[in-house]
């Protein structure tokens, strides 16, 4: 089967076609990075501006890429929610012209379940490729046997130990791909601009929240510390403060880690932006040369107290799923914000002192992108989750255009998650 999917819930137009094995076959991507950080944020109405101007391009792209034409598609999968609204219509109404034109199913898609399958997607085609490049260097062998022939006739037992020596790195390759490919049940993060949830994920829109955000997510907060020590926030607010931090003290600054007392999965960040706001405000109230140094600093406490308090939740809600779901393996981390390389590298201890494998799709694929729709529209077509084609492109009056800016990914919250303070 063949996916095409198209994700515009806020300032990336993402297109991408996927096939059944979790192939790329092509993809396209348009952000809007430039046009936000000039206004430090997203503005609605600019943002679906360039969705309507970037939208039939980054489709024709992606479908090119791949070399398919869109009657060749088996449905088209659409972000429908949470996001903004104005947006949102962008991508559901190109999608809808799509399916209507080849009569081809829909398939709504929630755009954190995205962010969160592509990780199955990433484990099967990163092992796929791997078993690959094996066996090209199998077949080198080979080839090489062949041209030193006489040789290797003398020396059969030689030759033999070097292809028995490529054969083992393919069957490890293949022994690799299996451990990484992320199965149900797993234990997932999801840190990105507007979320910040710890889930466990049993199949297919059967999610349990193990813990949420009481104000702000943990990008947005980055976001917000990136402005206020005047970074440019290119290519986004979170990726120039990991840099910046790269150059600070993470101990220079003794923030403190938000709701240690509380054994809870719940997140918080309000409390510890607001400490990291007071203290540039007195420290470091304007961008300068001279205080670049004292700037960073604050970056890098912001960067390892925010941290410390993910994996302080990440710890707790290992405890809890090995308790109930022994045969949990993976820790799955994704999100805009899982391509941080220092959250990646605490959380990987973590994981590795639990027993866990962690599992964070590569930078791209955490950022919004319109792969991770196409994947999770696959998952849902496998399971014949689809709804029919729409008989007509345009919205007749009174049809209800379904978009669902506010969009819970899941109501089934775990019990230990209500522990009192
Ligand atoms: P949501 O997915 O919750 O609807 P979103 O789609 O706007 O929100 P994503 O695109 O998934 O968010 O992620 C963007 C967020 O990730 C931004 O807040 C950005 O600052 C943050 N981010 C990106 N790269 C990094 C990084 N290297 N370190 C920290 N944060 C990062
Ligand atoms: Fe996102």
């Given at each position: 089967?063949l996916?095409?999917?198209?994700?515009?819930?806020?300032?990336?137009?993402?297109?991408?076609?996927?096939?059944?094995?979790?192939?790329?076959?092509?993809e396209?991507?348009?952000?809007?990075?430039?046009?936000?950080?000039a206004?430090?944020?997203?503005?609605?109405?600019?943002?679906?501006?360039?969705?309507?101007?970037?939208?039939?391009?980054?489709?024709?792209?992606?479908?090119?890429?791949?070399?398919?034409?869109?009657?060749?598609?088996?449905?088209?999968?659409?972000t429908?929610?949470?996001?903004?609204?104005l947006?949102?219509?962008?991508?559901?109404?190109?999608?809808?012209?799509l399916?209507?034109?080849?009569r081809?199913?829909?398939?709504?898609?929630?755009?954190?379940?995205?962010?969160?399958?592509?990780?199955?997607?990433g484990?099967?085609?990163?092992?796929?490729?791997?078993?690959?490049?094996?066996q090209?260097?199998?077949?080198?062998?080979?080839?090489?046997q062949?041209?030193?022939?006489?040789?290797?006739?003398?020396?059969?037992?030689?030759?033999t130990?070097?292809?028995?020596?490529?054969?083992?790195a393919?069957?490890?390759a293949?022994?690799?791909?299996a451990?990484?490919?992320?199965?149900?049940?797993?234990?997932?993060?999801?840190?990105?601009?507007?979320?910040?949830?710890?889930?466990?994920?049993?199949?297919?829109?059967?999610?349990?929240?193990?813990?949420?955000?009481?104000?702000?997510?943990?990008?947005?907060?980055?976001?917000?510390?990136a402005?206020?020590?005047?970074?440019?926030?290119?290519?986004?607010?979170?990726?120039?403060?990991?840099?910046?931090?790269?150059?600070?003290?993470?101990?220079?600054?003794?923030?403190?880690?938000p709701?240690?007392?509380?054994?809870?999965?719940?997140?918080?960040?309000?409390?510890?932006?607001?400490?990291?706001?007071?203290?540039?405000?007195?420290?470091?109230?304007?961008a300068?040369?001279a205080?670049?140094?004292?700037?960073?600093?604050?970056?890098?406490?912001?960067?390892?107290?925010?941290?410390?308090?993910?994996?302080?939740?990440?710890?707790?809600?290992?405890?809890?799923?090995?308790?109930?779901?022994?045969?949990?393996?993976?820790?799955?981390?994704?999100?805009?914000?899982?391509?941080?390389?220092?959250?990646?590298?605490?959380?990987?201890?973590?994981?590795?002192?639990?027993?866990?494998?962690?599992?964070c799709?590569?930078?791209?694929?955490?950022?919004?992108?319109?792969?991770?729709?196409?994947?999770?529209?696959?998952?849902?077509?496998?399971?014949?989750?689809?709804?029919?084609?729409?008989?007509?492109?345009?919205?007749?009056?009174?049809?209800?255009?379904?978009?669902?800016p506010?969009?819970?990914?899941?109501?089934?919250?775990?019990?230990?998650?209500?522990?009192?303070?």
């Amino acid at each position: 089967a063949l996916i095409l999917g198209i994700e515009s819930s806020c300032d990336d137009t993402g297109v991408a076609v996927v096939s059944a094995s979790g192939r790329v076959l092509g993809e396209s991507l348009a952000s809007q990075a430039d046009i936000h950080a000039a206004w430090g944020g997203v503005v609605p109405k600019l943002a679906q501006e360039a969705h309507e101007a970037a939208i039939d391009g980054c489709v024709e792209a992606a479908l090119a890429a791949a070399g398919v034409r869109p009657e060749q598609l088996d449905a088209v999968a659409v972000t429908i929610g949470p996001g903004l609204s104005l947006c949102l219509r962008v991508g559901v109404l190109k999608a809808r012209q799509l399916a209507a034109a080849h009569r081809l199913p829909l398939i709504p898609v929630h755009h954190m379940e995205a962010h969160a399958l592509v990780a199955r997607l990433g484990a099967t085609r990163f092992a796929a490729e791997a078993a690959a490049a094996e066996q090209q260097q199998q077949q080198g062998v080979q080839q090489q046997q062949q041209q030193q022939g006489v040789q290797a006739q003398q020396q059969p037992a030689a030759s033999t130990a070097a292809l028995g020596a490529a054969s083992d790195a393919v069957q490890a390759a293949a022994e690799a791909a299996a451990d990484a490919a992320v199965e149900f049940p797993f234990l997932c993060l999801l840190i990105s601009g507007g979320h910040n949830l710890l889930l466990l994920v049993e199949g297919i829109g059967q999610y349990t929240q193990l813990g949420t955000t009481l104000d702000d997510a943990l990008g947005e907060a980055y976001d917000k510390v990136a402005r206020l020590l005047g970074l440019e926030l290119k290519p986004s607010g979170g990726a120039a403060l990991e840099a910046f931090a790269r150059e600070g003290d993470p101990r220079a600054l003794p923030f403190s880690v938000p709701m240690q007392r509380r054994p809870t999965c719940d997140f918080s960040y309000a409390g510890l932006k607001t400490a990291v706001r007071l203290a540039i405000e007195e420290q470091a109230p304007e961008a300068t040369d001279a205080n670049r140094q004292l700037r960073a600093d604050i970056a890098a406490s912001f960067q390892r107290v925010a941290v410390a308090h993910l994996e302080e939740r990440c710890r707790r809600a290992v405890g809890w799923v090995q308790e109930s779901h022994p045969q949990v393996r993976h820790l799955v981390v994704a999100g805009g914000v899982a391509s941080n390389q220092y959250i990646r590298g605490r959380l990987t201890a973590i994981a590795d002192a639990a027993g866990l494998r962690l599992v964070c799709p590569p930078p791209r694929l955490c950022t919004d992108n319109g792969v991770m729709v196409a994947w999770a529209g696959m998952e849902r077509y496998q399971l014949g989750l689809v709804e029919p084609p729409p008989a007509s492109a345009q919205v007749a009056d009174g049809e209800w255009l379904d978009l669902r800016p506010r969009w819970p990914l899941t109501d089934r919250k775990d019990p230990r998650s209500f522990t009192a303070p």
